[in-house]
């Protein structure tokens, strides 16, 4: 079993190896691997156990409820327009939401665009947020931390859009645009609504 985690601050993948203890488990966060096709040859036994006489010291203290109004479903989209750094706060994401409403998509983010507030945790993206494979990812304004990366790269298309050239977000993207998104985004929702 290889088990590939970020290590020294996210600057490297590490790949563990435990050679000598069994058994071995590792755990995947959902949606990192695309959903097998179901086999109906393939059948399991459901084994019920009693306990009878085993008491439960178990109880509930508190219970927290989840985001709801600020809430999005990015696990289930299949378009993500998503913000990092570069998209400068709450003005550069309302460029994005335009976007992502144009196209039929949600609004993702990086950790630091969240860290900074400028969009709720929600919507994160990455190691410390959700793991996401949509259709499409357009990541714009996100330099692509390692952390971010692992969260989203298993996207079919990958669109990148930063002004740094040597941004790592352009070693996994299917199509890079090098330049300042509050200038390519909104040709692009222009286009996009004069093609409807």
Not at 104 to 110: F, L, R, T, Y
Request: one cysteine or more; hydrophobic letters at 40%.
């Amino acid at each position: 079993l290889l088990q590939v985690r970020p290590a020294f601050g996210g600057n490297i993948m590490a790949t563990i190896l435990c050679p000598d203890y069994r058994p071995q488990m590792a755990t995947v966060r959902p949606r990192v691997m695309k959903k097998d096709v179901y086999d109906e040859s393939r059948k399991g036994e459901i084994v019920n156990v009693r306990l009878d006489g085993i008491t439960s010291r178990t109880k509930v203290t508190a219970s927290v409820k989840e985001e709801s109004a600020l809430s999005v479903n990015l696990h289930e989209a299949d378009v993500i327009v998503a913000g990092g750094r570069g998209c400068g706060g709450e003005k550069g994401f309302k460029l994005l939401e335009e976007l992502a409403e144009a196209i039929g998509g949600v609004v993702g983010a990086s950790r630091a665009s969240v860290d900074e507030e400028w969009i709720s945790y929600s919507h994160q993206v990455g190691q410390t947020g959700k793991t996401v494979n949509p259709k499409l990812y357009i990541a714009c304004g996100i330099s692509g931390a390692v952390q971010h990366l692992v969260g989203m790269q298993s996207s079919d298309v990958i669109i990148a859009i930063n002004k740094n050239p040597e941004a790592p977000i352009f070693n996994v993207a299917t199509y890079g645009i090098v330049g300042d998104l509050f200038e390519i985004v909104p040709m692009l929702i222009k286009k996009i609504k004069e093609s409807k």
